[in-house]
């Protein structure tokens, strides 16, 4: 077949304009996404106001979407105990310790287990103090940045008696970007279970 004339030029025109609504953008795939998460309304249950835990001596409120369990009984010591998400596969773990005069170590023992173990992994780790000297409670909550473990870890005493430690466990692969809206949340709860914190 031959082409002549007018007809070359338009069959030029033809393919100079399909070629160049051809080279538009470039696809590019899309980010990965996440699911979306559903979080509860914030409503809270008070912890110990009863006694009904003698061996530990404070009492404060918790998320009333979470349940309050002992750790499993092959592993459980005096003091330990949990606020539980199952929902979420989240876990507080909380433990409850004597000062006894060890101040020093039971500090240094709660950033070397729950802090300096995670510093490798770690983007960057915050520190805000706590500070309630009508309610005597002194410590230290951090922050971990990155895929670390955990998130959230804090600690809580009146710096004579009583010393309390929690740290946020998910039980899943660290992901940051996917748990920050849920870290964002229990933290919060953290904060709270704080701020209503009472020695016995």
């Not at 998460?37 to 914030?42: G, N, R």
């Not at 249950?45 to 979407?65: C, K, M, V, W």
């Not at 004579?160 to 748990?179: C, K, M, Q, V």
Request: proline residues 6%; neutral net charge.
């Amino acid at each position: 077949m031959v082409i002549k004339g007018r007809n070359k030029l338009n069959l030029i025109m033809v393919l100079a304009v399909l070629l160049v609504a051809g080279c538009g953008e470039v696809p590019v795939p899309k980010p990965k996404g996440y699911f979306r998460i559903d979080l509860p309304e914030k409503h809270y249950s008070a912890f110990n106001d009863d006694g009904s835990r003698p061996d530990i001596p404070l009492r404060f409120e918790y998320p009333s979407y979470g349940t309050i369990s002992s750790e499993s009984p092959g592993f459980a010591e005096p003091g330990w105990f949990n606020i539980e998400f199952p929902r979420y596969k989240a876990r507080i773990y909380l433990t409850y310790k004597d000062v006894k005069g060890d101040l020093a170590s039971l500090v240094e023992q709660t950033y070397t287990m729950n802090v300096k173990n995670h510093i490798t992994k770690a983007d960057a780790i915050n520190e805000t103090a706590i500070y309630d000297r009508d309610n005597r409670i002194f410590g230290i909550l951090y922050d971990l940045k990155g895929n670390t473990a955990t998130a959230v870890q804090f600690y809580a005493t009146d710096s004579t008696r009583h010393y309390l430690r929690g740290s946020l466990y998910f039980e899943s692969e660290p992901n940051a970007d996917s748990l920050a809206p849920v870290i964002d949340f229990f933290r919060a709860d953290i904060v709270h279970l704080i701020e209503t914190l009472k020695w016995k």
